[in-house]
């Protein structure tokens, strides 16, 4: 069994990882909504709230992966931070 202390992530990395799953999720979900509907109407995407919906896996997706981005970031961060301490 490892000794090593493991350290916990900060609230603010937690808040950030279940925004970034969530923003991709419905941004995932309104994409397959839309090629869904797409697919048996396609009229119906042109008009009505079918844009609005569009246009949230067009803006959601790259959010949630700049999210991504920045949370992988700060995790390794964290890490090294803890790493350093570890080895004075």
Do not use: H
């Amino acid at each position: 069994m490892s000794t090593e202390e493991t350290s916990n992530p900060s609230l603010f990395e937690r808040i950030l990882a279940w925004a970034t799953v969530s923003i991709i999720v419905v941004a995932l979900g309104s994409f397959f909504a839309t090629l869904i509907v797409g697919m048996s109407n396609r009229q119906a995407v042109a008009e009505g709230f079918w844009p609005v919906v569009y246009g949230i896996s067009l803006f959601a997706l790259p959010a949630g992966f700049v999210l991504l981005i920045i949370l992988l970031v700060l995790a390794q961060r964290r890490r090294s931070r803890d790493a350093r301490r570890g080895t004075n």
